[in-house]
């Protein structure tokens, strides 16, 4: 039985590599860091779940192991390919990868703006893609060009949003149903036309937990960083936080006994 009181984080991580300036480190976490994490995890109770399960138990027809999270990357990097989908091949765990389907197997053109050394890092092409699904592996959309959605036109965001579910239809063979935003950036208008371009579900960039009555369309997410160790990580997951610290521990468990005792912060 899943308990009612059960709640599923989402981690999401975007380039597996080196990192070469202080803007690269946030969101790139090296492949010995990623290790570390995946099998800090996996030592301490947890275990990644297919994109599949996790909606089957948010729309109540399937239930998930204790320690259930989903493992999401974003942007579709080589490094997944390369570095991640061998340690996760040793822990039998599946992942969930957000492609920009204008730019499979090119760079993140996006990040030339602004990385201020202008580095670009290269993107999965087709075989890699379809290589990792053979794995366990799933993709869905991150849109066609990595578009910051509420700046666009309604065309324009028909073309990012419905475009990017029929390329990566046409690259699968298989149905894209979710998408998650580009810079975490929507508004009520992206919410809607996301519906209407056929998405069942997206995911933002807010923190927290997931419960079954959660918005389909305002799923949350925890952002790990390339400076994280595996125990900020575990603490992160296991306070729905993005702030890992200890400090953040003692603030939690405060508020708790507070809120126990009726008080009010
Ligand atoms: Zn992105």
């Known amino acids: 039985m899943t308990s009612p009181t059960q709640r599923v984080p989402v981690l999401m991580y975007h380039r597996i590599g080196s990192a070469h300036n202080d803007w690269e480190r946030k969101y790139c976490v090296s492949p010995e ?8 995890l996996a030592r301490t109770g947890w275990k990644a779940v297919s994109i599949d399960d996790f909606f089957a138990w948010l729309d109540g027809t399937a239930v998930l192991p204790e320690g259930a ?3 999401t990357f974003d942007d579709g990097f080589l490094g997944v390919h390369d570095h991640a989908a061998p340690v ?4 039998g765990w599946p992942a969930t990868v957000f492609l920009v389907s204008a730019l499979i197997g090119e760079r993140d053109v996006w990040c030339e703006k602004h990385n201020p050394d202008g580095h670009t890092y290269p ?4 075989a890699q893609i379809l290589a990792l699904r053979e794995q366990g ?3 869905h959309s991150h849109t066609r060009d990595h578009a910051d959605l509420p700046t666009l036109d309604d065309n324009a965001l028909a073309r990012q949003l419905a475009g990017a579910r ?7 063979g298989a149905p894209v ?8 950036r929507y508004d009520k208008r992206v919410l809607e036309q996301a519906q209407r371009a056929g998405y069942r579900a997206a995911f933002s960039v807010q923190p927290g937990f997931n419960r079954p009555d959660v918005d389909r369309f305002r799923l949350r997410r925890l952002d790990v960083f390339g400076t994280d160790t595996p125990a900020m990580l575990r603490r992160k997951i296991t ?3 993005n702030d890992g610290s200890l400090a953040a521990v003692i603030r939690y468990n405060a508020a708790r006994v507070l809120a126990r005792l009726g008080i009010q912060r």
């Open 69 to 71: 999270f989903l493992l």
């Open 88 to 91: 996760l091949r040793r822990l």
């Open 137 to 139: 592996f799933s993709f």
């Open 239 to 241: 306070l729905g936080s």
């Open 33 to 40: 860091t990623f290790a570390m994490q995946m099998e800090a």
């Open 177 to 184: 149903d979710y998408l998650a935003y580009p810079y975490g």
């Open 166 to 172: 029929d390329d990566l239809a046409a690259l699968l």
């Open 123 to 126: 993107l999965m092409d087709r």
